[in-house]
């Protein structure tokens, strides 16, 4: 049971969120790629990494990394956008219960995609599954989760241009460094 249309395990996503955002993708994929939470644009869509990160993410960085953006599986360690900042100055992160109740979910998705590779986007990503592993630290550099790998990588929202835009050439050398561990493995002849 991957899609997830009600629930009440969280009182202020569900007070807050105007839908909740399932995972999409083919469940036989060998790459997943996993964010925080929806923003704006995924809230609308109902679909994670559709906004502009998401069209960065798809369009010239997976690129980079020899991965068919069509060939893999997108989640969020929680299904619902956070409500606003105090300050209104964009949305707040989900709190450690808000993840912990959304574990279901992701542990879900994993158990039936059973992907090779997991993609983290982001700090609190990264945290859902090495909660010692700092991004600053190990971004672009596969780790061993059991039997996956997964590797840290920068959100791509860390770029946008009010922000940090000149980390997004540092993401662009990290998924072309990684390219061979997307194509390791893989057997078809088509990279």
Not at 19 to 30: D, K, M
Request: proline share 9%; with cysteine.
């Amino acid at each position: 049971m991957l899609p997830l249309t009600d629930c009440s395990l969280c009182p202020r996503l569900c007070a807050s969120r105007r839908a909740v955002v399932n995972g999409y993708g083919p469940t036989s994929a060998r790459v997943m790629v996993v964010a925080q939470n929806p923003g704006r644009e995924e809230e609308v869509q109902g679909r994670p990494l559709v906004g502009w990160s998401g069209k960065v993410l798809r369009q010239r960085l997976l690129p980079l990394a020899g991965i068919n953006p069509d060939d893999v599986r997108y989640e969020n360690i929680v299904r619902c956008r956070p409500p606003k900042k105090a300050d209104g100055s964009g949305d707040a992160p989900p709190v450690a219960a808000e993840v912990a109740a959304c574990r279901g979910f992701l542990d879900a998705a994993i158990a039936q995609v059973k992907p090779a590779i997991i993609i983290t986007l982001g700090q609190p990503a990264l945290s859902w599954f090495l909660p010692k592993a700092r991004v600053t630290a190990c971004h672009g550099r596969a780790q061993a989760w059991g039997e996956v790998q997964v590797v840290p990588m920068f959100h791509p929202a860390a770029a946008t241009p009010n922000r940090r835009p000149e980390l997004l050439k540092v993401m662009e050398e990290d998924w072309r460094r990684v390219n061979g561990v997307f194509c390791a493995g893989d057997t078809s002849g088509d990279g």
